[in-house]
């Protein structure tokens, strides 16, 4: 077993606090990676303190993982030591169903196995994510990440770049469109950055008017208050697609109506509640509400080699894991922008 140091909840209560646990040894399709930075997802939240249910401790939480590849497998030929490479959401799946198999690991029919807070495919281990010093991989589901790109800024891209890229992908945004994107956020700032890049007019909708000199700075071409009844109004029927990104419970309808025909709502953010719907917003102009659920590893890895090519990254604050509890109280009340990232050099 390889030993590792970590930060980790213990339980839904306690404050997350140093750990030590092990690692599997080394199997002939595994990596074995050094871990440099690791992004903090608001889910890392959700799940350390048992709030969808389910939790598994003790918990190391962190999907958001760039580090140093140290070691490989005897059957591993994508890597090699001294490879700046990432982990994303997920460290495995069946790898053999029609999901998998069509590079759609993420709907694997049996279930992807998460980085965290999951059994790993044996029924027996707990996965432990990257709040670590290091992990090990299956090399399937490790990414090879440019040097041209900030190692520290790249890290969120592994769950808030995928998880907005692909959407935006699968609706075929493209130069020309109309794309609105709600909440600027983790995963806003994100939405934002992608449709820009790939010639969209982007709208950020937000229910903070001081988030509009932030929506131009990311390169937003206009702002839109959502309690502002009247210009929401003269944007109905105006919009291709909208890129939701809110997990606050918020109505479905009223993004609906401000779509063109067939146009497009895709689904990122997990309200807690139920939204309300009106089955006519969706009948009248032939409008859609499309999930979408991070990305597969072919997918992901076209993310990242596009965000190296256009130097897309996130806007991070680099902090040590010490301070990873202040920063999820601070996270609760949105004062980051956008991405807290942990330098684990400080483990």
């Known amino acids: 077993m390889i030993p590792a140091k970590a930060y980790a909840a213990l339980d839904p209560k306690t404050p997350l606090q140093p750990f030590s646990f092990d690692r599997r040894d080394l199997r002939s399709d595994d990596v074995q990676v050094k871990i440099h930075f690791c992004g903090v997802c608001h889910s890392d939240i959700h799940q350390a303190r048992d709030e969808w249910g389910g939790s598994i401790y003790p918990m190391v939480p962190g999907h958001e993982i760039i580090g140093e590849v140290i070691a490989t497998g005897s059957e591993v030929t994508k890597f090699k030591t001294g490879d700046l490479v990432g982990v994303g959401v997920m460290v495995d799946s ?3 169903c029609k999901n998998c198999n069509n590079d759609q690991e993420q709907y694997c029919n049996e279930g992807m196995t998460g980085t965290y807070n999951a059994m790993e495919r044996d029924g027996v281990t707990i996965a432990q994510g990257g709040y670590s010093s290091q992990i090990v991989v299956k090399e399937r589901f490790v990414l090879h ?3 041209k790109i900030d190692p520290a800024a790249a890290a969120p891209l592994l769950c808030a770049g995928i998880t907005t890229y692909s959407p935006l992908r699968f609706a075929g945004v493209k130069a020309g469109q109309k794309v609105a994107v709600v909440g600027l956020g983790g995963l806003g700032h994100m939405g934002v950055k992608f ?6 007019e982007v709208t950020v909708i937000s229910t903070s008017p001081g988030k509009a000199e932030d929506a131009k700075k990311l390169g937003a071409h206009h ?5 502002d009844k009247a210009a929401m109004q003269k944007h109905a029927s105006h919009f291709d697609v909208i890129l939701d990104t809110v997990s606050a ?5 009223f993004l609906l109506d401000l779509l ?5 709502l895709l689904i990122v953010g997990l309200p807690s509640k139920e939204p309300n719907l009106s089955p006519f917003s969706l009948i009248t102009k032939r409008r859609s509400i499309i999930g979408s ?5 072919k997918e992901t890895q076209e993310m990242l ?3 190296a090519e256009k130097n897309i990254v996130s806007d991070v604050e680099v902090i040590p894991v010490g301070y990873i509890n202040e920063a999820y109280e601070r996270m609760i009340r949105s004062d980051v922008k956008y991405r807290f990232v942990i330098d684990m050099a400080t483990l």
């Open 94 to 96: 069946c790898c053999s």
């Open 195 to 200: 449709a820009v890049s790939f010639g969209a």
């Open 249 to 253: 419970n918020h109505d479905y309808t």
């Open 223 to 227: 702002f839109l208050l959502s309690t």
């Open 305 to 307: 080699d596009y965000c």
């Open 260 to 264: 063109d025909i067939e146009g497009k």
């Open 145 to 147: 990440i440019s040097k």
């Open 293 to 297: 659920m991070i990305g597969g590893m």
